[in-house]
T-cell receptor, first 116, second 114 residues
């Protein structure tokens, strides 16, 4: 597809369960980002992948959060033992080259996660 | 801590009217400032991006201004349309190796009514 896609669009889970969110970036984009958007809050940076470099995981809120990326394509964000405070929209973005801040980030539609 | 503050939090205007959204930031040093539009249930879409040396940038009916001295930006929407109803997010980045880490404002929710 032409844009960033994410799946699922909505996920409802029970507290304590693990969830896996998927992101398909724009083809050719070497940089990929995950963000969290809580209700009424600004986007929070979670993790950044750039090519084959070690990812920047500095934004991950706890060790329950992890992410992987296969080469320069699909990425998955995993949240283990979900808590109610994990409820948020998780957005993925990609760009041509992440190190240059003016490179536009293209966002996916997000996955709305609800933890009951 | 780098911050981006937006005002107003929400705004309702009549179709066809103009409006101006405000953004104040404390990010320093500063590299560039972007305005994004986020429709409900969608990801943000870039409207404008300005470096510290630019004062204004337009994209159709959207015009962004930047005063790097006072660390303020505004987004002016002309002749509003119903489709302008969305959240408008101000985003600032610092220069350097960590410049991909953007600082996002909470957004202004704009509702355009007939």
């Amino acid at each position: 597809g032409a844009g960033v896609s994410q799946s699922p669009s909505n996920k409802v889970t029970e507290k304590g369960k693990d969830v896996e969110l998927r992101c398909d970036p724009i083809s050719g984009h070497t940089a990929l980002y995950w963000y969290r958007q809580r209700l009424g809050q600004g986007l929070e940076f979670l993790i950044y992948f750039q090519g084959n470099s070690a990812p920047d995981k500095s934004g991950l809120p706890s060790d329950r959060f992890s992410a992987e990326r296969t080469g320069e394509s699909v990425s998955t964000l995993t949240i283990q033992r979900t808590q109610q405070e994990d409820s948020a929209v998780y957005l993925c973005a990609s760009s041509l080259q992440g190190a240059r801040s003016y490179n536009e980030q293209f966002f996916g539609p997000g996955t709305r996660l609800t933890v009951l | 801590k780098n911050q981006v503050e937006q005002s107003p939090q929400s705004l309702i205007i009549l179709e066809g009217k103009n409006c101006t959204l405000q953004c104040n930031y404390t990010v320093s040093p500063f590299s560039n400032l972007r305005w994004y539009k986020q429709d409900t249930g969608r990801g943000p879409v870039s409207l404008t991006i300005m470096t510290f040396s630019e004062n204004t940038k337009s994209n159709g009916r959207y015009t962004a201004t930047l005063d790097a001295d006072t660390k303020q930006s505004s987004l002016h929407i002309t002749a509003s349309q119903l489709s302008d109803s969305a959240s408008y997010i101000c985003v600032v980045s610092a220069p350097g190796a960590g410049s991909y880490q953007l600082t996002f404002g909470k957004g202004t929710k704009l509702s355009v009514i007939p």
